[in-house]
């Protein structure tokens, strides 16, 4: 078997990532086939952009601030499926996963790029995040209200998952995709598995535990990765949307599950529950299992967890 590693060193503008892939493959064409790779990538990149606009492409970022409400427009089957599955996820999670979060996570960005102080209650309850005025219909998106689009939870994930299928679709089904953090395997390329290193919030030169897999996916969600703090009390990039605040139940939660996208919704959700019920939902769903690092001295696992080190 050829042996073909190559990094990608694109900083991806919205994903905020390096994409790491390992190919184990005869194919000559596989060259060809990372070219492809990275510019799936680059194409999801620009259409969940919330803060650029590119000529000639409607993004994000267009339907946010160009698009006029009561106007409508036809999107890319890339973007529609996107936000469909953003839609979906909504239902999935309670409400917990909220690609209508645009508004609150603009102003979150804001100060965690200044990093000095924490908006008001007032500052954040009135804007709109009601999913309902996402309207969707077939590639037709219908700008109902103010509601402005985030699709960062669910992006990386969805689209790693989309690469892993173009692989198996070129029959390259050894290999490993690390897009900073959300990580998705083939089939092992030896006899034994993938080993994959889980960061410890603390010092993320470091790796508190391993595990082993093979045909699965794992997703890291922290408080560690985008944070600012103020007066001591550490402020993350993943908001709550019924406090409208950064969750603070864990450090972290890492999910094992069959496939990225799933992993990328699970390691959202997890890290917004409170952590009793958070380990209660992955013990009772089918092929899903977590890590939860609540801190040095206090790591709980799922009931199956165990099985993958």
Excluded at 212 to 227: A, L, P
Aim: hydrophobic content about 35%; overall charge neutral.
């Amino acid at each position: 078997i050829q042996l073909k590693i190559s990094l990608i060193l694109v900083l991806k503008i919205i994903l905020f990532v390096y994409i790491n892939i390992k190919l184990y493959s005869k194919n000559r064409k596989v060259d060809k086939i990372l070219n492809e790779v990275e510019s799936i990538y680059n194409k999801y990149d620009v259409l969940v952009d919330a803060y650029t606009k590119y000529d000639n492409v409607i993004n994000v970022y267009y339907l946010n601030n160009i698009l006029e409400v009561g106007k409508e427009v036809t999107i890319s089957d890339d973007l529609a499926s996107l936000i469909k599955y953003g839609i979906d996820t909504y239902d999935k999670t309670n409400g917990l996963v909220n690609i209508a979060m645009g508004n609150v996570t603009s102003v979150w960005k804001r100060y965690l790029n200044d990093g000095k102080k924490v908006p008001i209650d007032s500052e954040l309850s009135s804007l709109n995040i009601d999913i309902n005025d996402i309207v969707l219909e077939g590639n037709k998106f219908i700008k109902k209200s103010d509601v402005k689009l985030d699709l960062g939870a669910i992006t990386k994930g969805y689209v790693t998952e989309e690469v892993g299928n173009y692989l198996e679709n070129k029959k390259i089904d050894k290999y490993l995709i690390n897009a900073g953090g959300n990580v998705k395997v083939g089939k092992s390329y030896k006899d034994s598995k993938y080993v994959i290193g889980i960061e410890d919030p603390n010092d993320t030169n470091k790796m508190y535990k391993k595990i082993n897999i093979e045909n699965k996916s794992v997703v890291t969600s922290g408080d560690y990765q985008r944070y600012y703090e103020v007066n001591g009390i550490r402020y993350n990039h993943i908001i709550n949307p019924k406090t409208r605040f950064p969750a603070n139940n864990v450090r972290s939660v890492t999910v094992i599950c069959n496939n990225s996208k799933d992993a990328d919704m699970y390691s959202t959700y997890l890290f917004l529950l409170p952590l009793e019920e958070a380990l209660d939902y992955v013990n009772n769903t089918d092929n899903l299992e977590a890590v939860f690092y609540v801190n040095e001295d206090n790591i709980i696992t799922s009931k199956g967890f165990s099985s993958y080190e």
